[in-house]
């Protein structure tokens, strides 16, 4: 099939099996609901796949309803961004695999719900990384959203599950708005919303403040999202309280979807002359990106509800995904392809295997736990693994996109690298620290410290309905499946090349207008060759070393008092921050544009 | 001067409710101060598509370019956006509902379940 056929059917199928769950959902008995949500995931993955193959290196477009690119809506795949659609897919057909018999509830009326709202979900992301219109991507923006709200809400019996969803919603609908703001002062100025065309239009102009203003509002939304601090608050309450399954697809692919799309409406409308200098772009970001990492390794290092130590750690993540995509170079979006790729599959791995001892045990307390999963010895060996890829083992796709980020990185700033090794070992460390606890009961029991501003993993509402059955086996089976996909990302040949070329593409702001203008495009620049480099896996193996002796020196050693009493009197100012009051949070973006703004107008 | 009202306008709606947000002690309150930054939306999208002297864009008795019509582009943006804040407005009022149900509050700083 043609590429510009298979575009919009990325979108359509999801949708439409959305709505056939939806409503015929309460009529079909439980397993029916189960293969219909399997083939419409599995059809999408289809759909992209050959879209990849269709598009190749290149770009496809589809010009929805026969309008040209400033009037209609255009939709564009290039190997980053159909790439991203495809790891959402994979990710949504492996959580609605993974959560075959994981609810025995919902039932009755509300059959099928949980799966449509997964598929609107699915629709949300597949669109929002394929759109080339800036109007288009409020939309699928806000879809995603509605859907993850419900979703985090699922639970409506339980306080913690509303008041995640809640702060959750009300942020990043504000957000939202602030971005639409963004999007019709850009209108005002360019008359346009196609990215390429408004970029183009752009280019005319002399810049200046209001241009500035667009480009933070839009951008608001999308560091919401992609949970940049300090636009990060809701993303810890909403993962500790979201179904496990959700946790999955909002840390393996919707937040990094936030840097996605601010890369995007970056390099097609404001990196041109008119918009917003690459130099002030570079610093802010990066400087944005670096204290993400840092205080996302702060946090997570601190946390015993093992839900939010994964939360935290994919805050750190992103720190470094946007580092690497501030380089405003091909191989740092290469880089950041591949390590968003590889920490996809391994995070959502992760949360997959949290969800099997929250399903055994009813817990998610690193403290609570303590050597009461000594029986699950493989899945204590998945997580130790999960953790060992979160620290950038070679050869995982993490390690992989940390290397080439990396060294992207070292050679704009030689002391970046640092950072990449330092964030990765840290949250490494945290998840292998608590495997060692939980799964082997190494070290003394820690004692829990009531004074401090924390949550704990205990009194969990069990996600099932009797706690007696046996564990499912798609559980364990998914989570196994989605680290090898992790370590495919970093060992199978072609991908590295294909990203490479990617790169190239997704910084080729004339390409790109001429994709959707449907001109004849310029032929792409020799794209350099990204892989295994001899440094890169020396990196790799140093921070999922440091990893190893951190967790070992925080399960075995005790720190002398001195120097805990320091760490807690830094730490503990930042932790009452997470103060979990929704009217904070708005506080934060509000300081957040502000300070944005403010530094944006500094670079000028 | 004139042209940068609506964009002011806007802005002090949005501030006006970021305020409100922030001091929110109901959470009815807090959805409705969404509202109102939503609101900011739609006054800075019908100003950005003004024209002075323009009519609706309607061709059903006049001739096109016959006289000025403001943007329609604008307007059907303005009209999604109704959708979408009526979809999470919805949304936020009924979680705040089943909040109240089961645990008989709506103020958003008695939710102190999840810190640190």
Redesign the interface.
């Known amino acids: 099939m043609q590429a510009s056929a298979l575009l919009p059917l990325a979108v359509a199928v999801p949708l439409l099996g959305a709505a056939l769950l939806a409503v015929i959902g309460r009529r079909l008995p439980r397993v029916g609901c189960d293969v219909l949500a399997t083939a419409t995931a599995g059809a999408t993955v289809c759909c992209l796949v050959l879209l990849l193959g269709a598009g190749g290196t290149g770009r496809a477009t589809a010009h929805l309803g026969g309008w040209p690119a400033d009037i209609g809506i255009v939709l564009v795949a290039d190997p980053v961004g159909a790439g991203l659609a495809l790891l959402a897919a994979v990710l949504v057909l492996a959580v609605i695999v993974y959560s075959w018999r994981y609810f025995d509830e919902p039932s009755g009326q509300h059959a099928g719900v949980f799966p449509a709202l997964i598929l609107l979900f699915e629709a949300g992301m597949t669109g929002f990384a394929l759109t080339g219109d800036l109007?288009n991507a409020f939309?699928f923006f806000?879809l995603m959203?509605?859907a993850a709200?419900?979703l985090t809400?699922h639970h409506?019996?339980d306080?913690?599950p509303?008041?995640?969803?809640?702060?959750f919603?009300?942020v990043n609908?504000?957000a939202a708005?602030?971005s639409?703001?963004g999007i019709?002062?850009l209108?005002?100025r360019t008359g346009q919303?196609n990215l390429a065309l408004a970029g183009r239009s752009l280019a005319t102009g002399h810049g200046g403040v209001p241009v500035t203003v667009a480009f933070v509002l839009i951008s608001t939304a999308l560091l919401v999202k992609a949970a940049v601090v300090p636009f990060h608050f809701w993303l810890?309450?909403a993962h500790?309280?979201a179904p496990t399954p959700v946790c999955m697809l909002m840390s393996g692919v919707m937040v990094e979807l936030g840097v996605y799309g601010t890369a995007r409406v970056y390099w097609t409308v404001f990196a041109g002359p008119g918009g917003v200098p690459p130099h002030a772009f570079r610093t802010v970001f990066t400087a944005l990106g670096v204290i993400t990492a840092l205080v996302g390794a702060v946090m997570c290092w601190?946390?015993r509800h093992l839900k939010r130590l994964l939360a935290f750690s994919t805050i750190s993540h992103v720190g470094l995904f946007v580092t690497g995509v501030a380089l405003l170079t091909p191989a740092g979006v290469t880089g950041t392809a591949l390590y968003v790729a590889g920490h996809g599959c391994a995070k959502a791995a992760l949360f997959g295997l949290t969800g099997v001892l929250l399903d055994r045990y009813g817990s998610v307390d690193e403290y609570g736990l303590h050597g009461r999963a000594r029986g699950l010895r493989l899945v204590g060996v998945l997580y130790a693994v999960g953790g060992l890829a979160l620290a950038g083992l070679p050869p995982f796709g993490t390690g992989l996109g940390k290397a080439v980020a990396e060294e992207a990185a070292g050679t704009w700033q030689p002391w970046l690298p640092a950072v990449f090794v330092l964030v990765s070992a840290v949250t490494g460390a945290a998840v292998l620290r608590a495997a060692a606890r939980v799964f082997l009961g190494a070290g003394p029991r820690p004692q829990p410290r009531p004074h401090?501003?924390?949550?704990t993993g205990e009194g969990e509402e069990p996600e099932i309905r009797s706690p007696r059955r046996a564990l499912p086996a798609t559980m364990p089976t998914v989570s196994a499946l989605l680290l090898l996909l992790s370590l495919l990302v970093g060992t199978a040949p072609g991908l590295a090349v294909a990203l490479g070329r990617g790169g190239e593409r997704f910084t080729d702001r004339q390409g790109y207008l001429a994709a959707v203008t449907g001109t004849a495009e310029p032929a792409l620049r020799g794209a350099a060759e990204h892989t295994w480099t001899g440094s890169g896996i020396a990196l790799g193996l140093l921070s999922a070393a440091l990893a190893c002796l951190l967790a070992a020196a925080a399960v075995r050693l005790r720190a002398p008092a001195g120097f805990s009493r320091v760490v807690a009197s830094a730490v503990t100012p930042l932790?009452?921050l997470?103060?979990?009051?929704?009217?904070?949070y708005?506080?934060w973006l509000?300081v957040g544009v502000a300070a944005l703004c403010a530094a944006f107008a500094a670079l000028r | 001067m004139n042209g940068f009202l609506p964009?002011l306008a806007?802005g002090w709606m949005?501030l006006v409710?970021?305020y409100g947000?922030?001091?929110?002690r109901n959470?009815v309150h807090?959805?409705g101060c969404?509202a109102v930054?939503?609101s900011?939306?739609y006054v800075?999208?019908l100003?950005?598509g003004y024209r002075r002297g323009g009519t609706a864009p309607v061709f059903s008795d006049t001739a096109p370019g016959s006289r000025p019509v403001v943007d329609p582009?604008?307007q059907a943006?303005a009209l999604?956006?109704v959708v979408?804040g009526a979809?999470?407005t919805a949304?936020?009022l009924a979680?705040?509902l089943?909040?109240r149900k089961?645990?008989g509050t709506v103020d958003?700083?008695a939710?102190?379940?999840?810190?640190?």
């Open positions: 109007f939309v806000e959203g509605t709200y419900a809400g409506v019996e306080r913690r509303l008041h995640g969803a809640l702060t919603a009300i609908s504000l708005y602030c639409l703001l019709a002062m209108y005002a919303l810890p309450d500790a309280v601190h946390q401090e501003p924390e949550t932790r009452r997470h103060s979990g009051l929704v009217g904070d708005v506080a509000t | 964009f806007a949005l409710a970021l947000m922030v001091t929110s959470l807090t959805v969404l930054a939503q900011s939306t800075m999208l100003g950005a582009v604008v943006l999604t956006d979408v979809t999470v949304l936020l979680l705040t089943q909040l089961r645990h958003p700083q939710l102190t379940g999840l810190k640190g």
